[in-house]
């Protein structure tokens, strides 16, 4: 009797035993479960953090490649338009040479033609006053004119602005030269020494210049040469030759000189004329 209920309760106290672990085994391990999804939950915060970061620092740097390709981009805009405005001013500047060398060509041809012009017309006056003596008249070029210097051996009595005969004869030859040719301008410059003069005239400048005056009378009364063309001057003794310190120096300073010169309105024109 006391053996068959006994085996019954040691059933239902097992049974009771059994049923108490199984949830404590479940609880644990749900526990454990859940600490194990806690870790990863903050496994993978911590990870979408370093992401969230990264991706922060993404933009920075997307933000500073763009600024960067604005920057570039404009400074390359800015170097089309410098390089198309050095185009330009290149283009100008050859343009402007180019201007340049055809007006110092024109201007060179002008001078060639001028100083062409210059040898013809000392080779006329050398061919026409031919029969006069070196010590009497010469016939030479300065500074891109041609110079008749007259001795006054030549020309004048001493002290006197009355042209001799002989002087008459001269500058006959001379005027015919200038009427044939009508585009030779003519200085006609009176020069004397430096002793003072006495007589009719006042002092050497008064000499001078009535000397240069009775040449420009014979010139345009005695032979047509047009008077437009004829300037006269006097330059007393200022404008020397030779020392005036010896006889033969003194008697190259007492001299007449008509300087001839073609043209140059074209060439004046031109050099007056403004670059541009």
């Not at 006054?152 to 006959?172: I, M, Q, T």
Request: glycine share 4%.
């Amino acid at each position: 009797m006391n053996k068959k209920i006994y085996t019954p309760v040691v059933i239902v106290v097992f049974a009771l035993l059994l049923g108490s672990c199984v949830p404590t085994r479940k609880y644990k391990e749900s526990q454990m479960a859940l600490q194990s999804a806690r870790n990863d939950s903050a496994l993978l915060a911590a990870k979408v953090s370093t992401l969230e970061s990264n991706v922060s620092q993404l933009k920075g740097q997307i933000n500073d490649l763009n600024a960067q390709v604005s920057d570039l981009t404009n400074k390359t805009g800015q170097l089309s338009t410098d390089a198309a405005n050095k185009q330009s001013q290149l283009s100008k500047s050859q343009a402007e040479l180019q201007t340049q060398q055809q007006r110092l060509a024109h201007l060179q041809a002008l001078m060639d033609q001028q100083q062409k012009a210059t040898q013809e017309i000392r080779q006329k006056m050398a061919d026409a006053l031919v029969g006069f003596k070196s010590n009497e008249l010469s016939v030479s070029i300065k500074n891109g004119k041609v110079y008749v210097s007259l001795q006054e051996n030549l020309l004048f009595p001493s002290g006197s602005a009355v042209v001799n005969p002989k002087g008459k004869v001269a500058l006959g030859k001379l005027a015919a030269v200038l009427n044939s040719n009508p585009d030779i301008t003519v200085d006609i410059e009176g020069h004397t020494d430096s002793i003072p003069i006495r007589g009719r005239y006042k002092d050497n400048w008064d000499l001078s210049t009535a000397r240069a005056n009775s040449i420009v009378r014979i010139l345009t009364q005695d032979y047509s040469v047009d008077p437009v063309r004829v300037i006269a001057s006097g330059h007393s003794l200022y404008d020397p030759v030779q020392p005036n310190s010896s006889p033969e120096g003194r008697a190259l300073n007492r001299r007449t000189e008509i300087i001839l010169s073609p043209k140059l309105d074209e060439l004046y024109k031109l050099l007056e004329t403004p670059d541009t």
